[in-house]
């Protein structure tokens, strides 16, 4: 039962049955009439920083007590408000009786930040991924309504925004943004790279923000821990929350990232037309690439919806062209067997097996991730070259196609809209509790406050040792490979 965490002595677990989100203080008193001591070793509370914790606003006082209190749609009754008591726990089914817990999402009683002169900014970093306009949307919207902030600016174009004179900050409000969530992309405009630390940090200074909410993938995130970091150097009173956007589902520690859901659903119409395709040829292939640079979650979860998949190639297993128990016996003997195949690959899939150049192993894309080369034109090209070689009387058919853009544009789904309504909710509602340099997020179904460190180096792979990998290979029947 002992706590790991040096600061938080007060939390304590019972045995681990039942719900996974459990208020400690419950769970202690829980514990006294059933314990089971064999079950539970220790909780470590991953702690979210709180403004308090700086030297220099270490006598910070709350401004009062929560707005809710007065918002008429809102009647706050015993346990409306979260107390720091109330956490989530990782492991539904834990490791050697060990827990990692995180701060349970929601209001606090006491907030702050005086809505009055609380000036925020929101920014979008990366690639698009659909449900960014929402999260924005609900940012505004939530601020504007739950706490009536009305300062809120839109930074434009990525981080390179907070600091380049053009356009500037974008006032925004929720006449401007009620329609935001029915649009891709996002209003606010993207980029990649400029990433200039004391620029920024200068920029946040200048204008003023006490609340910097930041929209991105794993890159943007590294560059959101170095912005907390240094606001906490310059001793600035800012408080700063991710929201992790990915679409290929690759962030740890939180469910699963929004947008991913809406991409999956993409995708199927991918699958369904390189089928319809493959099964209208003679010796007909079907080749889709889904994104996916270092995981295959989109891949997987196509594949396993649509079943009209025959082979699902993802960055977590190698595979091989030529020889025994390679891709290409494997699609001859469906094409023998079917007439048709289809094969989604991953985009992170396979780099390893295509040529490159040496000036195409060093591009690097403006924030310096390494370019991949195509594998779904790398893989025609040789599917074409084999046929050629082994089959030259007989037609053959290779069609490819690659939706990126048209999966990662589209607006989000309803499921994910609701998504990107709590996490933005649970965002605000945690920085006007005075924490900082926290991620909003579900663990296993509840929406927790993640250090922004623990989120900006925790990977989300798919584990091919799991079920779920296993039954993508028993609906597929595809080789495992192993002969490499
Ligand atoms: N290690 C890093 N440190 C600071 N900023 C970074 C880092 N990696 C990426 N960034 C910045 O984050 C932004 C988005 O990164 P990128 O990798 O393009 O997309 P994503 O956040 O979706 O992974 C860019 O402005 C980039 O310069
Ligand atoms: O052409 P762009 O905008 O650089 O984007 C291409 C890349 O963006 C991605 O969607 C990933 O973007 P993020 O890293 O921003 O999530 C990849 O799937 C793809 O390789
Ligand atoms: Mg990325």
Redesign the pocket.
């Known amino acids: 039962m002992a706590l790991s965490h040096p600061e938080a002595t007060n939390l304590t677990a019972g045995a681990g049955a039942g719900s996974n989100r459990r208020n400690a203080r419950q769970e202690e008193e829980e514990e006294d009439e059933s314990s089971d001591p064999v079950s539970i070793t220790s909780i470590t509370l991953r702690k979210v920083p709180h403004l308090r914790e700086q030297e220099h606003l270490a006598d910070l006082q709350p401004v009062g007590p929560n707005p809710l209190d007065r918002n008429p749609f809102f009647h706050p009754t015993d346990g409306f408000y979260i107390s720091p008591y109330d956490v989530i726990l990782r492991q539904a089914a834990p490791a050697q009786g060990k827990y990692l817990a995180y701060h349970r999402a929601g209001p606090r009683n006491q907030i702050f930040f005086d809505p009055c002169t609380t000036k925020a900014a929101i920014v979008t970093?990366?690639?698009l991924c659909p449900g960014m306009n929402t999260v924005i949307r609900e940012l505004v919207v939530g601020l504007w309504d739950l706490y009536g902030v009305r300062q809120i600016y839109g930074i434009q174009a990525?981080?390179?925004g907070f600091y380049s004179h053009h356009p500037g900050p974008l006032h925004l409000n929720p006449n401007l943004v009620h329609n935001w969530h029915k649009r891709g992309g996002t209003a606010l405009e993207t980029?990649?790279?400029?990433?200039d630390?004391a620029r920024i940090v200068d920029a946040i200074q200048h204008h003023g923000f006490d609340q910097v909410y930041i929209i991105?993938?794993?890159?943007?995130?590294?560059?959101a821990v170095?912005i907390f970091e240094e606001t906490r150097r310059r001793k600035l009173r800012v408080g700063i929350a991710g929201i992790p956007?990915?679409v290929d589902n690759d962030v740890g520690i939180i469910d699963r990232s929004f947008g991913f859901q809406t991409a999956v659903e993409m995708a199927q119409q991918a699958i369904h037309a390189a089928h319809v395709e493959a099964e209208s040829a003679v010796n007909g292939i079907g080749l889709v690439k889904l994104m996916g640079r270092s995981t295959g979650h989109i891949a997987l979860h196509a594949t396993l919806s649509s079943r009209d998949v025959d082979c699902c190639l993802i960055p977590e297993t190698e595979f091989y062209l030529q020889g025994r128990g390679g891709l290409l016996e494997f699609l001859e003997q469906r094409l023998k067997d079917k007439g048709h195949a289809v094969v989604v690959v991953a985009e992170g899939a396979g780099q390893n097996l295509i040529p490159r150049s040496d000036a195409q192993k060093q591009q690097r894309?403006?924030?310096?991730?390494l370019v991949f080369l195509d594998v779904g034109a790398w893989l025609k090209s040789e599917l074409q070259q084999w046929w050629a070689r082994d089959h030259p009387q007989e037609l053959f058919t290779v069609k490819y196609i690659d939706p990126t853009y048209m999966i990662r544009a589209v607006p989000a789904n309803a499921t994910d809209n609701l998504y990107c309504t709590l996490l933005a909710h649970s965002a605000i509602h945690g920085v006007m509790a005075g924490y900082t340099g926290f991620v909003s997020g579900p663990i296993n179904g509840n929406y927790a406050y993640i250090p922004l460190t623990d989120v900006a180096q925790a990977k989300n792979q798919v584990n091919t040792n799991d079920h779920k990998w296993a039954w993508v290979r028993s609906v597929t029947n595809q080789p495992d490979f192993l002969g490499l």
């Open positions: 970093c990366g690639g990525g981080y390179r980029s990649r790279g400029g990433f630390l991105g993938g794993d890159g943007t995130m590294r560059g170095k956007k990915t894309d403006e924030s310096g991730n």
